[in-house]
């Protein structure tokens, strides 16, 4: 029997895929619990449709994001922190503070995608890395700054 997925199965397809399975396995656990649909006409050319939508919205995002990265690539943004004797930082600069420095030059990253290879506890340059994805990544330079 055909079926089109509505959910993921785990060993049997993602979401949206038209698979084969035994009539039984369908009837009495797929269409049961609400998983898979019966797979008509209608239906499967329905799922193409969406399966190529998403597809080209998940390129175009891909695209979005490789744009931003080339742009951002060799931005300088200034963290200015409190800073006690010889320079040295009052704890140390984070990703939350390269961020929110970030969103004052018109640029929205989330912390969680800014790593940072080496602590920031004193002024000076140091460089971080913007991971938008697997592959589209940008470096920038963060100058700390003493308040």
């Known amino acids: ?76 943004v200034e963290v200015k922190i409190r800073t006690g004797e010889n320079g040295k930082v009052f704890g140390s600069v984070t990703t939350a503070h390269i961020s929110s420095a970030l969103s004052e030059l018109g640029y929205d990253i989330d912390k969680k995608k800014i790593t940072v290879k080496e602590a920031m506890k004193s002024v000076g340059v140091y460089e971080a890395e913007i991971r938008f994805m697997e592959n589209v990544a940008a470096k920038i330079k963060v100058k700390v700054l003493p308040l």
């Not at 399975?21 to 209608?42: P, R």
């Not at 080209?56 to 060799?74: C, Q, S, T, V, W």
């Open 1 to 76: 029997m055909k079926v089109i997925l509505k959910q993921d199965v785990k060993g049997s397809g993602k979401k949206g895929t038209v698979i084969e399975v035994s009539d039984g396995y369908a009837k009495n656990f797929l269409l049961k619990k609400g998983l898979a649909e019966v797979a008509t006409a209608g239906g499967i050319n329905e799922a193409e449709q969406k399966r190529t939508a998403d597809e080209f919205h998940k390129a175009e995002n891909i695209k979005a994001l490789k744009e931003l990265a080339a742009k951002m690539k060799g931005v300088e």
